[in-house]
């Protein structure tokens, strides 16, 4: 007898679930006292792609500009670099390239370079915004190439655009880059640029002769962008990887767009461009083209966090009469922030800045508190009803999530002069995105300032059950499943003696399990994980029920949480295949070799 296929694949799937180990959670309750790192790997997982490393199949553009009405680019892929905090210094290294066609402008030589992009005399170079963002925390300084390199190709060569793509109607576009680091190889020690001796150059400008297609609009203009160099060419012992290349008549703001990429931040502009990501209001976004792109807005709270640059405080308790100053100018104090859920179970919460028309965010178009709603859970802003990183616009207008009426921002979208302020209720809201009230209030919230004031009004008693989860939706009946149930203390307050209740119904209402469980302790935006066991008597449709009683803290909605299981009967079929069978007689639990002419031995149970 031959098996087919399909019990072939059966029983290896038996034979695995059999020997799968599963950690036992019976009889043991995880508390989760501590708030985590939301920068730990196990907080918040990034790619474990190396820092130098790159697999991204497309360039990640700069935005185009808000003049700009031609071809839109599209950005499937996005450049990965691991995120982490920037502090100390970055050494860069910059290189200018023109082609057979096109000759740099004699007007941007060393010095002109030299004096946008590391002048710290300059008050609108590159190096000054960075450590203006940072607060002293981080800086640059670099070394430009000393000449101008020549390919031997003209311009559009590397610029024109392919029906489907940008940059790309003869090959990848970090052939340029290829090109460059060749030209400069005999005057420049690349070893020099591999400051963590990780065998790559760590931070690589490539500055070609002509315009930025994100401005010009010319499909044979290269469009500004960071990428990786695929080529990876080595030259003293190091290899090239990630680079950003940039026009020669890019303003600093573009720069700093593409540099602060090759620290790991990612673009917050919708890549299908049908809203604004977060507009006017960071570096990562339209705000690269404030003031022309001289003087870009600085980075939203959310990115100087993640780069490390401000201390952020956890609201913890209901406050009054906070002062918040700007954030222009000061990084402590100056970001609050409140969890949605536990830190250890969510990648969900607000942030609480205070904005001002001060040093590089002076041509904003207003100043006031900004409130960020922050999922992490999302890769990029590209869903204006889900973003990674949104802006909480004031006025109730949420121009950000749409491009058709032009408006990227204005002075109404920070909070200012709200005795209301944001809470459940306000337009727009403090919920979740799954529409549960956080019970946080932002209320009393003064007039806009270098110092602005408001208070804290936060739910102190808020007990959730975040989640019920099993390994699979469909179990064995009659046989021993398990589940888990997640509590969360979303309060303010500690509690103690937690009653918690599960309760296992079949469809048509019969009570198959009521059990319940006392948790000792849960401090303050703590979880605690139960394991529970049960056996379904008949195949069906089950409802598992876990509850906190009484049902009496002061948000009740998220008391209690239903999930769906569905019991089956798992049998196997077999094909007897003629005139091959020689023994039809078959009987349970059989170990007759049968068949020819590979006979095979009945090892497995039969179901009649």
Not at 81 to 94: D, N
Not at 330 to 359: C, H, M
Not at 455 to 483: P, R, W
């Amino acid at each position: 007898m031959k098996l087919t296929p399909i019990i072939v694949a059966l029983i290896l799937i038996v034979n695995m679930l059999a020997n799968l180990q599963i950690p036992s959670l019976q009889n043991h309750s995880y508390l989760h006292d501590e708030a985590q790192n939301p920068n730990s790997p196990n907080m918040n997982p990034k790619s474990n792609i190396s820092s130098k490393q790159d697999m991204s199949s497309k360039p990640d553009f700069i935005p185009p500009a808000p003049s700009y009405t031609g071809k839109i680019p599209i950005c499937e892929d996005r450049v990965v670099r691991q995120l982490s905090y920037a502090k100390g210094s970055a050494k860069i290294l910059v290189l200018t390239i023109d082609f057979s066609d096109l000759q740099g402008d004699t007007a941007h030589d060393d010095e002109y370079f030299q004096n946008m992009l590391f002048n710290e005399s300059n008050e609108t170079s590159m190096r000054s915004y960075f450590r203006e963002n940072s607060y002293g925390r981080f800086d640059i300084f670099g070394f430009t190439g000393g000449q101008w390199f020549h390919d031997s190709n003209i311009y559009a060569y590397y610029g024109a655009d392919s029906a489907s793509g940008i940059d790309d109607a003869n090959g990848p576009v970090y052939r340029l880059v290829t090109s460059a680091v060749t030209l400069a190889a005999p005057y420049i020690d690349y070893s020099n640029y591999d400051s963590d001796s990780d065998g790559y150059v760590d931070h690589l400008i490539i500055v070609h002769a002509g315009n930025d297609q994100a401005q010009s609009g010319n499909p044979n203009d290269i469009w500004s962008h960071a990428w990786y160099d695929y080529d990876e060419p080595a030259f003293n012992g190091v290899k090239i990887g990630p680079y950003t290349m940039l026009s020669e008549y890019d303003a600093m703001g573009v720069y700093a767009h593409e540099f602060a990429h090759d620290l790991g931040l990612p673009d917050l502009y919708d890549y299908d461009y049908d809203s604004d990501g977060v507009g006017l209001w960071s570096l990562m976004a339209s705000g690269v083209f404030l003031n022309n792109g001289i003087t870009p807005a600085h980075l939203d709270a959310w990115s100087k966090y993640k780069l490390g640059w401000v201390d952020v405080i956890d609201i913890n308790a209901s406050m009054k009469n906070i002062t918040i100053p700007c954030v222009e100018t000061n990084g402590t104090a100056s970001v609050y922030r409140f969890w949605l859920g536990t830190p250890d179970s969510s990648k969900e919460y607000f942030l609480i800045e205070n904005r001002q028309k001060i040093g590089f965010d002076r041509y904003l178009p207003g100043g006031g508190l900004l409130i960020w709603h922050i999922d992490e859970n999302m890769p990029n802003n590209d869903d204006q009803n889900h973003k990674m990183v949104d802006l909480e616009e004031a006025s109730g207008i949420q121009h950000l999530d749409t491009a058709s009426d032009m408006n990227i921002g204005d002075e109404n979208d920070p909070w200012k002069d709200s005795v209301e302020g944001f809470w459940d209720l306000s337009n727009p809201n403090s919920k979740d995105y799954s529409g549960n009230p956080s019970g946080l209030g932002i209320r009393n919230i003064s007039a806009s300032s270098e110092n602005m004031t408001f208070t804290i009004e936060c739910i102190f008693n808020d007990l959730a059950v975040e989640n019920i989860y099993s390994f699979y939706n469909y179990i064995e009946e009659k046989k021993e499943s398990q589940f888990w149930v997640r509590l969360g203390n979303r309060g303010i307050n500690a509690q103690d003696n937690i009653l918690l209740r599960v309760i296992v119904k079949i469809a048509d209402g019969a009570e198959i399990m009521n059990q319940s469980v006392i948790v000792p302790h849960l401090s303050s935006k703590a979880s605690n994980i139960t394991e529970w066991k049960w056996t379904p008597p008949i195949t069906g449709k089950y409802y598992i029920t876990a509850r906190v009683e009484p049902l009496e803290d002061e948000i009740q909605q998220n008391n209690f949480r239903i999930i769906e299981i569905n019991a089956v009967r798992i049998f196997f079929e077999d094909h007897v295949y003629e005139p091959a069978m020689t023994n039809t007689n078959w009987t349970h639990g059989s170990t007759t070799s049968i068949g020819t002419p590979d006979p095979l031995t009945d090892l497995w149970h039969i179901v009649t």
